[in-house]
Every structure is written in C-alpha cells, then in structure tokens.
T-cell receptor
Framework: NAGVTQTPKFQVLKTGQSMTLQCAQD?????MSWYRQDPGMGLRLIHY???????DQGEVPNGYNVSRSTTEDFPLRLLSAAPSQTSVYFC?????????FGPGTRLTVT | AQSVTQPDIHITVSEGASLELRCNYS??????LFWYVQSPGQGLQLLLK??????LVQGIKGFEAEFKRSQSSFNLRKPSVHWSDAAEYFC??????????????FGTGTRLTIIP
C-alpha cells in the first residue's frame, strides 16, 4: 500500500513552459485535492475532486487545470508557468475528513 | 468565510518541557478541527481531529488538543516534548464543499524548535 505518490519530486521550469504534476493514490478514496505551500502562508487549496469526472476550484485555481478520469489519478497541469507558481505542491486524498498527503513536488519557475 | 489563525510563527522549547501551540478559528457553524504535523521535507501527517463530543481529544505521539467554543480555540498540547517533535504544526478547519464533502482551510503554521 503506497498511499499517495507524487512525481516528480523536484522540477525547474522556464516561464511560459507547461507541465503536469502527477498524483496517484491506491486507497480507493473518492476525494482528492491539490494544495500549494508557500512560506508564511500555510497550505492553500488549488483544486479538488470528489470522484472521477467531478472537479471544482479551490482558493487559488488560476493558472492550473485538473481532470479526474480515474479514481486513482489526479494530475495538476500548469498551462503557462509563471514565477509566482514557484512553490511546493502537495496532493492529498481523503476519507472521512482525514487527509493523506503525498511527499510533495518542489517546483521552481525561472 | 472560515479562517484559522496561528499567532506563533516560531516556538522554541527545551526537551522535556511542556508545549502549547495556539490555534483560533473563525467559522459560522460547529467546526471540524484538525492538527497536522510536517517534518522537514515531508508531507503532512494528521495528529488529531475534533468533530463533536468530548472537547479534549487525544492524538498520536502523545499530543492532545482542547476545543473551547467560547474562545474559538483549539490549542495543541504535549506534557513533555522530545527532540523528534521538532517540526512545523498546522491547525486546520474543515467545511462542506459544493459537493457536500470537506474542504480544509489551514493556518500559516508554527515552527517548533527543540533545544537540548
């Protein structure tokens, strides 16, 4: 049981490039979410999903897209990276209000 | 809108001493409250949660928290800290989303340093 996995662990992008952060879970949880963590700001919700085919926006959705084609996977797409998207990104799945976090992806946009 | 305030950015405690981390929330209904811990370079791990009932909740690693509705607080406590408790601690409040599921709002965190 791997829990929540994220790839890559580290990524450097140039402004304007696009990329997808991968997230997978093997606990059969319906609810998954993406957060970004910035110094002094805690974790902020980007997008979340309550099941395959259903997603909704969180607090800071601009510049990010998500889709949920399977229960296991919930990728986060950066359409055109900006320096303001430099952050640590966490994916989580949850069951009965307990969220299980992945190890994070540290993204730097230059 | 709900919000969470952790007034202490950084706390330093001697090993073996007691610990209290403060958390205040703003929420229109009965909140679902959580404490998470993040070790350096790691994701977050749930320490404990409060939904209803007994206002003193026990968690993992010897931590406990007390829900005080009159003070809108949910402070985390440990009677005797260990060097391995050095980490960042986040308080969070949960609410229902558009689809009826939870969405968490996190505080900005308190970094705990343990000195020998």
């Amino acid at each position: 049981n791997a829990g929540v996995t994220q790839t890559p662990k580290f990524q450097v992008l140039k402004t304007g490039q696009s990329m997808t952060l991968q997230c997978a879970q093997d606990m059969n949880h319906e609810y998954m979410s993406w957060y970004r963590q910035d110094p002094g700001m805690g974790l902020r919700l980007i997008h979340y999903s309550v099941g395959a085919g259903i997603t909704d926006q969180g607090e800071v959705p601009n510049g990010y897209n998500v889709s949920r084609s399977t229960t296991e996977d919930f990728p986060l797409r950066l359409l055109s990276a900006a320096p303001s998207q430099t952050s640590v990104y966490f994916c989580a799945s949850s069951y009965r209000y307990e969220q299980y976090f992945g190890p994070g992806t540290r993204l730097t946009v230059t | 809108a709900q919000s969470v305030t952790q007034p202490d950015i950084h706390i330093t405690v001697s090993e073996g001493a007691s610990l209290e981390l403060r958390c205040n929330y703003s929420y229109g209904a009965t909140p679902y409250l959580f404490w998470y811990v993040q070790s350096p370079g790691q994701g977050l791990q749930l320490l404990l949660k409060y939904f209803s009932g007994d206002t003193l909740v026990q968690g993992i690693k010897g931590f406990e928290a007390e829900f005080k509705r009159s003070q809108s607080s949910f402070n985390l406590r440990k009677p005797s800290v260990h060097w391995s408790d050095a980490a960042e601690y986040f308080c969070a409040v949960g609410r229902l989303s558009n689809f009826g599921n939870e969405k968490l709002t996190f505080g900005t965190g308190t970094r705990l340093t343990i000195i020998p």
